[in-house]
Structures are given as C-alpha cells and as structure tokens.
C-alpha cells in the first residue's frame, strides 16, 4: 500500500510540473494578447494553436481512459487548430480553463485509492492508467516547455527588474 500511495503522488508531481518542468500557468502568465496568434519564425502555429493541441491532446487521453467507446480525433489534423485559426482573449482563457478542467479530472483517478493504475484497461487491453498518465506528463512537459521557448524566441517575457 505505501508503495502504491507513493507512485501516485510521483504521478501528481509529474503531472501538476513544477518539479523538472514548468507548470502551464507559469508558463502563460502575463502573455500579451497582442501576441497570442502570432507566428514565429520557422514555426507554423501559434502560441494559442500550442496551447490548444496541448489541451486537445489531453483530453484525448482522457476520454480514452474513462470512455469505452470513445474514438480519437483524425490525426493530426484534429489535435491542432486548423492553420490560421485565431483566437479571442475568451478562447484563450477557455483553452486554458479546458486544460485545467482536464487536468483536475486526470488527478482524481490518480487520487482515487479504487482506481487501479496497473490494470489494464477493459477496452484497451494494453493500456493502463498508468501510461497513460505518463503519456500526459511526457506530452504537457514537452510542449510546455516548446511554449516557454516560444515565448523567448517571441520577446513575450516581462522583463524583470
């Protein structure tokens, strides 16, 4: 039992970041809105376009956890925004209000002592939470960190002092 109450509260750390990688509100804190659908060099999306396959991708995830008959979105098309779809100041907040409503949901399985992380899932015999799960924090730590990236590439950092 200590050995499983560990493994989830590695797994939260995984997934909340802050540990080896940066949390999505550090992240997009103070992000100019003048900025949020613009492109960088070499870079075909936008910061919001980053920000939504983030959440989108999540949410994949997580339907495919709890949602037996759940089919997942065309890829890659239905991952990202389509090219040159833009954003409002409302769809901003509301792709990262998704995240978190995600992400929440995400954490009460990881919290929840009856939900087995190891078994396989019934509808995916070679999957399990626990991969799942992993696959999150691989995947939000990466692209949270393509964001930060983005950002100094961008100039979108409030300078400090």
Do not use: C
Request: net charge negative; charged share 25%.
């Amino acid at each position: 039992m200590e050995d499983d109450q560990m493994l989830r509260k590695e797994l939260l750390v995984l997934l909340r970041g802050g540990s080896a990688h940066m949390p999505l509100d550090e992240a997009v804190a103070d992000f100019p809105e003048d900025a949020m659908n613009s492109l960088a060099p070499h870079v075909e999306y936008s910061p919001w376009g980053l920000l939504e396959h983030i959440r989108r991708a999540q949410n994949d995830i997580l339907e495919y956890i709890r949602d037996p008959h759940y089919v997942s979105p065309e890829w890659p098309a239905d991952y990202w925004p389509a090219q040159g779809e833009q954003a409002t100041r409302a769809i901003w907040d509301a792709t990262i209000q998704g995240f978190h409503r995600d992400m929440a949901d995400l954490e009460a399985l990881v919290q929840d002592p009856r939900v087995s992380l190891t078994a396989p899932l019934p509808h995916a015999p070679d999957a399990t939470i626990f991969r799942e799960i992993l696959l999150v924090g691989d995947h939000n730590a990466y692209h949270i960190g393509e964001f930060a990236v983005l950002r100094q590439v961008m100039g979108t950092w409030r300078k400090k002092g």
